[in-house]
């Protein structure tokens, strides 16, 4: 029970230095305004307090920027602000299923084959790993995309089976470095067995890096999402900044840029400000960094 104490103290200790540092980190914070800011957009959309007229078609063809139509409008007349707002709620559920899944999914297998080290499981584990790692990532996710093509959450299912390899490398080294700690002795000495220490004592303690892939990997889904449904392997039904910038292309060549410039400077401001978060947000959540505080 004091090991256990004392190891929840030091964690504790260990995230108030980490949010003394994030709070110093000046980008950082601009970076989380942005994304706080996109997220609140994605919640008013969800709300039905903006956005809600993306679909709706005007006889205002392709009319510049204005105080009506903050971005212009489409070819139909549609209010491409209106269609770019409501992207960014797509945006959003993208990367939060994706996040979600994909995390759950890395943690439990590399938490698996830490466990388990040097054992068949752990081999056909790495193996599948090592297998969807070879191939190039997006060549990957498009052809599962479509392959799946039928299924309503194809490119979500896609980008789940690519995206939870790094996690589950991550988790894996770290489970088998926690394994051999002291607490973890001491908790197998008191009897608890392999899998209550796994989740109770050794996984708690990771909680650092999957903060940090979760981050990376909802920009990397929102990116992966752009690409996907320029390619027509993405969002089907609605309005993505993927979608914007696959109908932009026969805009631009008559001379119309507003699709192209709202959904690719949208795109653009909140990869910024997620690389910029997740940049403080690793400096802040350091191992090393954690790691010579507990020695101290």
Do not use: C
Request: net charge negative; no cysteine; charged share 10%.
């Amino acid at each position: 029970m004091s090991t256990q104490l004392l190891n929840t103290q030091s964690n504790h200790s260990l995230w108030q230095e980490s949010w003394q540092k994030f709070k110093h980190d000046h980008w950082g914070f601009w970076g989380l305004a942005i994304v706080v800011a996109y997220f609140l957009t994605a919640i008013g959309v969800w709300l039905g307090l903006w956005g809600t007229d993306w679909s709706s078609i005007s006889t205002d063809f392709n009319h510049p920027p204005s105080a009506k139509h903050w971005f212009g409008t489409n070819a139909i007349g549609q209010d491409v602000a209106e269609r770019g707002i409501y992207a960014t709620k797509v945006a959003f559920e993208v990367g939060v299923v994706v996040t979600v899944f994909s995390v759950f999914l890395g943690v439990f297998l590399g938490a698996l084959a830490g466990l388990y080290e040097n054992t068949w499981l752990d081999a056909i584990l790495l193996w599948l790993m090592g297998v969807i790692d070879s191939i190039p990532f997006y060549l990957l996710v498009a052809a599962v995309a479509y392959a799946m093509s039928g299924h309503q959450l194809a490119m979500h299912l896609a980008m789940i089976m690519v995206f939870w390899t790094t996690t589950a490398r991550i988790i894996r080294a770290e489970v088998i470095k926690l394994h051999r700690q002291e607490f973890v002795e001491a908790a197998h000495a008191t009897g608890i067995g392999g899998w209550r220490t796994l989740f109770r004592h050794i996984i708690p303690n990771t909680n650092h890096l999957i903060i940090i892939q979760a981050t990376l990997i909802f920009v990397s889904a929102i990116k992966t999402e752009v690409i996907l449904s320029f390619l027509g392997l993405g969002i089907k039904e609605g309005i993505s900044w993927g979608l914007m910038i696959a109908e932009s292309t026969n805009d631009i060549q008559a001379g119309y840029f507003n699709n192209f410039l709202a959904a690719s400077l949208l795109l653009f401001i909140l990869v910024i400000g997620f690389n910029l978060f997740s940049d403080a947000l690793q400096d802040a959540l350091d191992p090393k960094i954690n790691l010579s505080h507990e020695k101290n």
